[in-house]
């Protein structure tokens, strides 16, 4: 089976720097996914990593390990509007051809 | 299209009455997706379409549930005899080759009374 674990809820305050972790188990592995969902909203893409490193894209930087079935996504310099939930998703690939399986989300909550 | 567009964007219904869901997803997007998320809740994978053809229907969760694509572009979810466990919001995606992101629709809110 495929298995994709984050935190439940996490709570930072306005400026600081937040680490939100996600670690998988699938049968195959073909690229991880960030997704930023807001209250009531659709998910929107974030970052992407096939490759073990840091992708960084602004304040948001996303990092992988495929050996130790890792991921984390890192906010910088938090904003109020940065309060959601972040969705990990991974591609497992091979008989699951283009599907994505999509972690339980981390609501994050930012505090003034 | 612009982006993925997910009609109705809300449905109530009652009980044991039969659904249908639509999803427009961006034009020349090979394969779609459908996803339910119940309120506070991650994405519950349904199904997906490569083309018109769905190699991966083992996300639904009864024999009331099916899925058709046509043309390899509009994608109907249909719910027939819905129950109460049905409500949720139902999560169109659809993405352009094998190296991109999904890009979601707004969803249906389906409200089962």
């Known amino acids: 089976g495929q298995n994709i674990d984050q935190p439940t809820e996490m709570t930072a305050t306005e400026g600081a720097i937040v680490q939100i972790n996600c670690t998988y188990q699938?049968?195959?592995?073909?690229?991880l996914f960030w997704y930023q969902q807001h209250a009531g909203e659709a998910p929107t893409f974030l970052s992407y990593?096939?490759?073990?490193g840091l992708e960084e894209k602004g304040r948001f930087s996303s990092f992988l390990s495929r050996s130790k079935g890792y991921s984390y996504l890192l906010l910088k310099e938090l904003q109020m509007k940065d309060s959601a939930s972040y969705l990990c998703?991974?591609?497992?690939?091979?008989?699951?051809?283009?599907?994505?399986?999509f972690g339980p989300g981390t609501r994050l909550s930012v505090l003034p | 299209g612009a982006g993925v567009s997910q009609s109705p964007s809300n449905k109530v219904t009652e009980k044991g009455k039969d659904v249908e869901l639509r999803c427009d997803p961006i034009?020349?997007?090979?394969?779609l997706y459908w996803y339910r998320q119940s309120l506070g809740q991650g994405l519950e994978f349904l199904i997906y379409?490569?083309?018109?053809?769905?190699?991966?229907k083992s996300g639904l969760p009864s024999d009331r549930f099916s899925a058709e694509r046509t043309g390899g572009s509009v994608s109907t979810l249909t719910i027939q005899r819905t129950q109460q466990e049905d409500s949720a919001v139902y999560l169109c995606?659809?993405?352009?080759?094998?190296?991109?992101?999904?890009?979601f629709g707004q969803g249906t809110r389906l409200t089962v009374v």
């Open positions: 995606a659809s993405i352009q080759n094998l190296n991109t992101e999904a890009f």
């Open positions: 699938t049968s195959g592995f073909n690229g």
């Open positions: 034009s020349g997007h090979t394969a």
């Open positions: 998703a991974v591609r497992p690939g091979g008989n699951y051809g283009q599907n994505f399986v």
């Open positions: 379409f490569q083309g018109n053809s769905a190699p991966d």
């Open positions: 990593n096939v490759l073990d």
